[in-house]
T-cell receptor
C-alpha cells in the first residue's frame, strides 16, 4: 500500500462551523505533513509531525489545530475559518531520518469557506 | 528569493515535441523530487534523485549536484502529459522546499 488517503475530497463550511480533515497512510512512515495550496501556487507547509509529535508549526493561525492520534493518522481540525482559508489542503508522508526519501501526497481536500 | 527556482513558468507544446523543464536550487539537499499535479488533483511523485539520471517511460530526470541544477525531460509529449510539474528539494530535518511549478499544456 503506497497511498495516502484524504477525506473528504471536498468540503464547504461556514465561518462558524467546526470540521475536521483526515489523512491516513499505512506505509510505516513516521513523518506526516499538512500543506495548504492556493490556485496556481506551490504547496505551503503548515505542520510537520515526526513520531506523532508536532515538530514544525509554520506560524499557522490557531483556527487550524492538527492532531496525530497514531502513526497512521493525521487530522486537521478547523474552527472559525475565514474565506481566505479556502484552498486545497494536502497531506503527505515520508520516512523520518532517512535521506533520499520520497514524499507521498494524498489527493487533497478542496476546502471552500463561505 | 526562493530556495527553488523553476523555468519556464508556462509551457505550451505540440504533441510529439521534446520538452525540458529546469530547476535550480540554493540550499543543501538530501534529494531532489519531481512532482506532477493535474488540475484539481493531488500530487504524484515522478522521481526522487540525488545524483545522475533516472528514466521512467518517456520521462527522464537529471541532476547536477555541483551546479545545483536539475532538468525534467519528456520525450514524445502527449496531451495527457498536460499538468503542473513541480520541483522540490528535501533538506535535512524533513524540510521540503517547493518551486513555483511549470504549467505544461500539450496540444494535439
Amino acid at each position: 500500500d503506497t497511498e495516502v488517503t484524504q477525506t473528504p475530497k471536498h468540503l464547504v463550511m461556514g465561518m462558524t462551523n467546526k470540521k475536521s480533515l483526515k489523512c491516513e497512510q499505512h506505509m510505516g512512515h513516521r513523518a506526516m505533513y499538512w500543506y495548504k495550496q492556493k490556485a496556481k501556487k506551490p504547496p505551503e507547509l503548515m505542520f510537520v509531525y515526526s513520531y506523532e509529535k508536532l515538530s514544525i508549526n509554520e506560524s499557522v493561525p490557531s483556527r487550524f489545530s492538527p492532531e496525530c492520534p497514531n502513526s497512521s493518522l493525521l487530522n486537521l481540525h478547523l474552527h472559525a475559518l475565514q474565506p481566505e482559508d479556502s484552498a486545497l489542503y494536502l497531506c503527505a508522508s515520508s520516512q523520518v531520518g532517512a535521506t533520499n526519501e520520497k514524499l507521498f501526497f494524498g489527493s487533497g481536500t478542496q476546502l471552500s469557506v463561505l | 528569493k526562493n530556495e527553488v527556482e523553476q523555468s519556464p513558468q508556462n509551457l505550451t507544446a505540440q504533441e510529439g515535441e521534446f520538452i525540458t523543464i529546469n530547476c535550480s536550487y540554493s540550499v543543501g539537499i538530501s534529494a531532489l523530487h519531481w512532482l506532477q499535479q493535474h488540475p484539481g488533483g493531488g500530487i504524484v511523485s515522478l522521481f526522487m534523485l540525488s545524483s545522475g539520471k533516472k528514466k521512467h517511460g518517456r520521462l527522464i530526470a537529471t541532476i547536477n549536484i555541483q551546479e545545483k541544477h536539475s532538468s525534467l525531460h519528456i520525450t514524445a509529449s502527449h496531451p495527457r502529459d498536460s499538468a503542473v510539474y513541480i520541483c522540490a528539494v528535501s533538506s535535512y530535518g524533513n524540510q521540503f522546499y517547493f518551486g513555483t511549478g511549470t504549467s505544461l499544456t500539450v496540444i494535439p
